[in-house]
């Protein structure tokens, strides 16, 4: 018994030196490539696609190609093998876009003594914002308000009964009066809280123009009506429309939020709306994909995907969302880490696919294109983790689907040993029927398992989806961290053998 147990901790500790010396070498290399991780690359990095000459990374257009061009150069650089369609880096689809040429305007019309009447002119941006996919041209009409601009005789509510907005202008709340995403009842609601539905149904019925009550700023994800003149109306022409009439649009939405019964009517206020936009049916665009294979016989089947959009929202007839902490900040934290993993030479067992999507801003077009059209099959593939608006703050968040909370424990422990920054690590909350508003979301919704990386305690003003959105939005040391904990906590959920979710 004792010779066993001598012998036991002596094949232990042959075990544990022969460990260490094969180890050492490996750890060396590890941390020689972890602090070749650096923020001058990112600056840089951030500088070309927050360059003019992308014109805000608009999927659809040529430009949004070319920074996908720009992206793809890089993994072949540092040898990293495509995985796209026929052996290139690119998995195409259509995508028609649309140009808007000028910010447009738009006008309120206050009548005077003897049909005369005052003019008021809106400014762009802070007051309204042009719609990225309106039709081009003018309306003059009546504003109607129809409070969530939905029609949902199951659910026995309807914005437009008893009301004619035909030639008129409506105007409309996003979201639906119903609020908690994560009741199931909230599935009966989800198909109108998209910003395509309520376009298509103020078409229907025969409305104008639109004005949209969404955060006014820009939105790409909108459906393109050729007759349909559209705008984000800001907090000053609400204001306006509603002065004089003894509610506000808080008022009335609180009421038929809590009544679930709709509240529509003619505002008796008469605005113009201008759009000058071009539109494109022939847009194409893509995701870029590459990947590091990995070194296992039959650990290289199985795939751990990394991603983030790179399509940001374009140029609004000159306002123009460079799209730098959304989401620059994501794609250039994946593509330091993806430079120090495969530049390094360590071995990982796992292959590691690195997916840019485009037209996440159109609609999550991107993320869906792959999960119906998968690079490893979702069996095969370890976890999807996704990056969106990861560069401004101090703190570092790792979120987990149930499915994968033990992963989370990789990033706590490369963050306790080598970044020691603040980190919070959460699961996901379980059920969720709203709207999908991140890739990462449709992958879950496919059944992957999914995880979202963050940076907390913004140290900068957010400016989503506005021009102040560029180079200067972000910090590149955070984003430095970023990718340094994507960089080493891959390396080991490449190599867990097994690995345990
Ligand atoms: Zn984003």
Known sequence: MRAFFIFNTLLLSIILSLSVTAQEPDEQLILKNFHSISSGDISDWMAELCSPKYNGRLAGTPEYVASAEWVAGKLKEWGIKPAGDDGSYYQWFDLPFTVVNDTGSLQLHIPQKEG?????????????????????????AEVVFVGYGMTAPELNYDDYRGINVKGKIVLMNRDVPYKDVRNP?????????????????????????????????????????????????????????????????????AQI???????????GRIMTIKANTT?????????????????????????????????????????????????????????????????????????????????????LLGSKLY????????????????????????????????????????????????????????????????????????????????????????????????????????TPEIMEDVAKLTYLAFIEIANADPISY
């Open 116 to 140: 005369t009447e005052i003019v008021k002119s809106y400014q762009a941006p802070v007051e309204y914002y042009p719609g990225m996919n309106s039709g081009s041209g003018e309306v003059t």
């Open 185 to 253: 009842e909230y599935a009966k609601w989800v198909k109108y809280c998209y910003h395509q539905y309520k376009v298509e149904n103020a078409a229907r019925h025969g409305a104008a123009g639109m004005l949209y009550i969404d955060g006014n700023s820009a939105n790409p994800n909108i459906s393109y009506i050729d007759s349909m003149i559209v705008c984000g109306i800001g907090p000053a022409p609400l204001a306006d429309i509603f002065a004089g009439l003894g509610k506000n649009n808080l008022t009335v939405t």
């Open 257 to 267: 939020d809590k009544s679930l019964q709709a509240s529509s009517f003619s505002t």
């Open 279 to 363: 539109r494109h049916p022939e847009g194409r665009t893509c995701n870029v994909a590459g990947i590091i294979e990995g070194s296992d016989p039959v650990l290289k089947d199985e795939a751990i995907i990394i991603g983030a959009h790179l399509d940001a929202v374009g140029n609004g007839g000159g306002l123009l969302v460079q799209g730098g902490l959304d989401n620059a900040s994501g794609v250039i934290d994946i593509m330091a880490a993806a430079k120090a993993l495969a530049v390094s030479g360590i071995k990982l067992k796992r292959t590691i696919l690195f997916l840019f999507t485009g037209g996440e801003e159109a609609g």
């Open 371 to 474: 999960t119906a059209n998968p690079i490893f099959p979702l069996e095969k593939t370890v976890i999807y983790v996704n990056l969106d608006m990861v560069g401004n703050g101090t703190g570092l968040a790792v979120s987990a689907s149930s499915s994968c909370a033990a992963l989370t424990e990789y990033f706590v422990a490369a963050n306790n040993r080598y970044i020691h920054r603040p980190m919070r690590v959460s699961a996901s909350e379980g059920s969720f029927y709203g709207r999908p508003r991140s890739d990462g979301l449709v992958f879950l919704a496919k059944g992957y398992r999914t995880m979202d990386i963050s940076t907390t305690d913004g140290v900068k003003p957010v400016w989503y989806h506005l021009p102040g959105d560029d180079a200067t939005a972000v």
